[in-house]
């Protein structure tokens, strides 16, 4: 998956050094990562992993490896991933919604 290899790779270098790795991982881009819906409002959703394609300010669009494709509201779920070979993180997707700027 050349994707979630470029978000690896991306992840790492935005945590190298951190002072506030909570603060960097809720600003973070999640396109391409590899991600596990531990808790979610609609229970078909827990328990699902698949590959980011889209992260929007309310939600995330992953694709399992069966192929399928589902659309997850961030308010009330929660997601972990593994950064690095040994750590996992666990977030709260209501912290991981995004404002849009207004310009």
Not at 11 to 39: F, M, P, V, W
Request: aromatic content about 6%.
């Amino acid at each position: 998956m050349p994707l979630h290899t470029l978000w690896t790779q991306y992840i790492s270098e935005l945590l190298k050094n951190c002072q506030d790795r909570e603060a960097r991982l809720l600003a973070a881009d999640y396109h391409g990562c590899i991600l596990t819906i531990s808790q979610a409002a609609n229970p078909i959703h827990a328990g699902l992993t698949g590959l980011v394609i889209k992260d929007s300010a309310h939600s995330f669009t992953i694709v399992t490896q069966a192929d399928r494709t589902y659309h997850v509201l961030k308010h009330k779920s929660v997601f972990s991933f593994k950064v690095g070979s040994n750590s996992k993180v666990t977030l709260l997707g209501t912290n991981l919604q995004k404002e849009r700027s207004r310009v």
